[in-house]
């Protein structure tokens, strides 16, 4: 494997801007510091922040800016279809943009587009804006030296520092620092699969062909290849799920295969009832704790957000259903719906709903027990029970209340293909749309 491998290292010095550091001592009182400082900038501003939370936090201790009629119009829009306190409405009102993780991907792409359209002076962002992302900021702000709880390294900070200045707008950027910057070297780039060494997990290596792999590797692999309860297949199938986890779902449902066949041999759209087990079965074996970042508290929230995502309801609906879970704190419960669904919804239950799929299908099929068959369920919550093809409009800066609203005026079909070209024929003046909507959608045609 490393001797098929070939590559070479090119280096190039060539900086299309300059980027000049301030050192800034916050003292003991941070905020306030980081308030007077973005007062006395007058040109766009990155702040950068180590997390969502953050992010918030931040948003409302930097001056209000000025706030054009387009960017009103924007953030009644997005108060109306998520709700009116969650923290981006309000830091857009006060002139404020935020971008990190939770904030819907077309949202996040007009919020940056805003700031390079000098609607908005500030932007507070996490790590998700600083890698690739252009931007015309002129000042970067570095409030925060970590990313979540973890220190940041020399190349991150130097991608950071390297988002102040732009090429033919801003030659030279300024960057301030509330903490000094990373002083080690470069670190050391661990490629998993290359290596095969301790940071390449068992899941990894399962995936990389027999020839390819290093005695130690092929060493760690083996035992999972003459499990007596799970075929080598099925555990190779199942990407991305923890090998040992596998094995212990399988072991656990041939300790009672008749109990289990009964909780676990249904089709199509399941009920509540058959769904828990579902749920209690990841949170049991695929630790449903860590997952989908607390917007599910246990396996019976889990499985009655499922329900209620059955029924199509718009977000803001979502969202009001929520608030009993999220101490009627509006904003904790839109980041509680929408980790929910872009975390477990489009990604976490989908895989694992598979992955026990294929393990109950294999360990109680042996026996000539009823198996379950998941896979059409697992597809509909996968695109949240919607067409694909408006999920999907989301890449190209249409948020999904706003694909939802246009699904009558765009191909039925499962053709992305011909969705798209509908959408670059729609009349635009002729359909019941806000100014905002039209805004996104030309903007959007663009790029068709």
């Known amino acids: 494997f490393r001797e098929s491998l070939a590559f070479e290292f ?9 980027s000049e550091l301030h050192r800034v001592n916050p003292g003991g009182e941070p905020f306030e510091k980081l308030a007077e400082l973005t007062r006395s900038l007058a040109d766009p ?3 950068f922040c180590s997390s969502p939370d953050r992010a918030k936090t931040i948003s409302e201790v930097l001056p209000e800016g000025e706030v054009p009629d387009a960017l009103n119009q924007a953030t009644a829009w997005i108060a109306q279809h998520y709700h009116p306190e969650w923290h981006l409405v309000k830091a857009l009102e006060r002139g404020i943009g935020i971008h990190h993780g939770r904030v819907p991907r077309a949202l996040a792409q007009y919020v940056v587009r805003a700031f390079n359209d000098e609607q908005l002076k500030f932007l507070v962002c996490t790590s998700t804006l600083i890698e690739g992302v252009n931007t015309k900021a002129k000042n970067i702000v570095v409030f925060d030296h970590k990313i979540k709880s973890k220190a940041i390294d020399l190349f991150t900070f130097n991608n950071i520092r390297g988002r102040s200045g732009r090429m033919f707008q801003h030659y030279v950027g300024h960057v301030y620092l509330f903490h000094e910057p990373p002083e080690e070297g470069l670190p050391f780039v661990d490629v998993p699969a290359f290596t095969q060494g301790s940071a ?3 899941g990894l290596l399962i995936q990389i062909d027999r020839d390819d792999l290093t005695d130690e590797a092929e060493q760690r692999v083996e035992r999972y290849r003459v499990h007596p309860e799970l075929p080598f297949d099925v555990i190779k199938e199942n990407v991305g799920v923890a090998p040992d986890a596998q094995i212990a779902l399988a072991e656990e449902l041939a300790s009672d295969p008749v109990s289990y066949s009964q909780k676990l041999c ?14 209690e079965l990841i949170w049991s074996f695929f630790g449903g704790a860590n997952l989908g970042s607390g917007s599910a508290r246990n396996a019976r929230q889990l499985a009655a957000m499922l329900r209620q995502l059955q029924h199509k309801p718009t977000i803001a609906a979502f969202v009001l259903n929520q608030l ?18 872009r ?8 895989k694992l709903l598979r992955a026990i799929g294929r393990i109950q299908e294999v360990v109680l099929g042996t026996r000539s027990l009823p198996t379950g068959d998941y896979d059409a369920y697992a597809a509909l919550v996968e695109h949240l029970f919607l067409n694909p093809c408006l999920v999907a409009l989301e890449e ?11 699904e009558p005026y765009l191909a039925p079909a499962d053709d992305f293909d011909e969705v798209l070209g509908d959408l670059k024929n729609l009349a635009l003046d002729d359909l019941p749309l806000s100014g905002f909507e039209r805004e996104l959608l030309t903007l959007a045609r663009e790029v068709l």
């Open 10 to 18: 090119f280096h190039e010095p060539y900086h299309t801007v300059v």
């Open 45 to 47: 501003t990155l702040v």
């Open 200 to 202: 390449a997990s068992d």
């Open 266 to 279: 249904w089709r199509g759209v399941p009920t509540f009832n058959n769904l828990l087990p579902i749920c």
């Open 324 to 341: 009993q879970y999220s101490n009627n704190d509006p904003d904790q419960a839109v980041k509680a719906v929408l980790d929910f669904q």
């Open 343 to 350: 975390l477990w919804a489009m990604f976490h239950f989908p």
């Open 396 to 406: 190209y800066g249409i948020p999904l209340p706003l694909a939802r609203k246009l």
